[in-house]
T-cell receptor, first 117, second 112 residues
Framework: NAGVMQNPRHLVRRRGQEARLRCSPM?????VYWYRQLPEEGLKFMVY????????ESGMPKERFSAEFPKEGPSILRIQQVVRGDSAAYFC???????????????FGEGSWLTVV | AQSVTQPDIHITVSEGASLELRCNYS??????LFWYVQSPGQGLQLLLK??????LVQGIKGFEAEFKRSQSSFNLRKPSVHWSDAAEYFC??????????FGPGTRLSVLP
């Protein structure tokens, strides 16, 4: 059973370009979370999605950032017109089932490291 | 609002010594609590979790944690630290169907 897959692992973009980060959750998982980790800092929640729905985007910057989790395919975190401050590691996590009672837990991907030059 | 504090930014222990990493949380309902470990340049690996029942939970790599509702704490412990335990440790709180909040992390250094 493959884990949470993120790609690309490393991405370099020039200021003003777009960055697209992809996350394929574990098989059967319908919940996806995105977190950002700035250098030497902890993980900051960005957005929580279920299939085709954004459940909580309270951690997403109001501009330039968007996320989707379509019915088919991976979840995408999109950053438009990147700036140097967007340089960070972006982690995706997935969760399955309908409750924690059956042993479900959150699994993280290996992260995507974005560098803006 | 839910929040997690990890009072110790950086802890250094000698190999073979015992370890306790502190975690305090603020949550409006019964919390689900987690500890994750992260090595440099890597993702997060789940060490253990508390959902309900026995307040002392065992995890991987010899770690354990104790949930104390009265103190709103979920401290991580290990009786004898190995050099390979050097990493960043994160405590998290949340609930099913909601976002999960992480603490700022505690960096563990291990002296030979």
């Amino acid at each position: 059973n493959a884990g949470v897959m993120q790609n690309p692992r490393h991405l370099v973009r020039r200021r003003g370009q777009e960055a697209r980060l992809r996350c394929s959750p574990m098989k059967g998982h319908s919940h996806v979370y995105w977190y950002r980790q700035l250098p030497e800092e902890g993980l900051k929640f960005m957005v929580y999605l279920q299939k085709e729905n954004i459940i909580d985007e309270s951690g997403m910057p109001k501009e330039r950032f968007s996320a989707e989790f379509p019915k088919e395919g991976p979840s995408i975190l999109r950053i438009q017109q990147v700036v140097r401050g967007d340089s960070a590691a972006y982690f995706c996590a997935s969760l399955g089932g309908t409750s924690f009672s059956s042993g479900n837990t959150i699994y993280f991907g290996e992260g995507s490291w974005l560098t803006v030059v | 609002a839910q929040s997690v504090t990890q009072p110790d930014i950086h802890i250094t222990v000698s190999e073979g010594a015992s370890l306790e990493l502190r975690c305090n949380y603020s949550y409006g309902a019964t919390p689900y609590l987690f500890w994750y470990v992260q090595s440099p340049g890597q993702g997060l690996q789940l060490l253990l979790k508390y959902f309900s029942g026995d307040t002392l939970v065992q995890g991987i790599k010899g770690f354990e944690a104790e949930f104390k509702r009265s103190q709103s704490s979920f401290n991580l412990r290990k009786p004898s630290v190995h050099w390979s335990d050097a990493a960043e440790y994160f405590c998290a709180v949340g609930n099913y169907g909601q976002n999960f909040v992480f603490g700022p992390g505690t960096r563990l250094s291990v002296l030979p």
